[in-house]
């Protein structure tokens, strides 16, 4: 079996479990999806990463999941450089929504 082809085998198994009804599954496979990332750049960016961000992105809404979400996105930048442009509106939101108000005197 070819690196390519286990690649994509292992990147198949792997999201097939991003909503599995066990939380910890989850956060694990969302721990995961950044090292998948960096292995095949290109192909990832071309075959898996919206599917990816859009698991990440879902996670961060979760209150629970937030800090797993956010660790994730900031590995997932660091193994895709500048891929992640077009999501940094979404991201900045979510950033915004994580930041408790500030009280008193700004």
């Given at each position: 079996?070819?690196?390519?082809?286990?690649?994509?085998?292992?990147?198949?198994?792997?999201?097939?479990?991003?909503?599995?009804?066990?939380?910890?599954?989850?956060?694990?496979?969302?721990?995961?999806?950044?090292?998948?990332a960096?292995?095949?750049?290109?192909?990832?960016?071309?075959?898996?990463?919206?599917?990816?961000?859009?698991?990440?992105?879902?996670?961060?809404?979760?209150?629970?999941?937030?800090?797993?979400?956010?660790?994730?996105?900031?590995?997932?930048?660091?193994?895709?450089?500048?891929?992640?442009?077009?999501?940094?509106?979404?991201?900045t939101?979510?950033?915004?929504?994580?930041?408790?108000?500030?009280?008193?005197?700004?």
């Amino acid at each position: 079996m070819s690196h390519d082809a286990r690649y994509i085998e292992v990147v198949e198994i792997v999201l097939r479990y991003l909503e599995h009804r066990d939380r910890l599954v989850r956060l694990s496979i969302t721990s995961l999806l950044p090292r998948i990332a960096h292995f095949l750049r290109d192909r990832f960016v071309t075959n898996y990463l919206k599917i990816c961000m859009d698991h990440i992105l879902t996670v961060l809404k979760t209150p629970a999941e937030r800090v797993s979400g956010f660790v994730a996105l900031g590995e997932m930048a660091g193994a895709l450089y500048g891929e992640l442009v077009h999501y940094l509106p979404t991201i900045t939101s979510h950033l915004r929504d994580a930041i408790p108000p500030r009280r008193g005197r700004p």
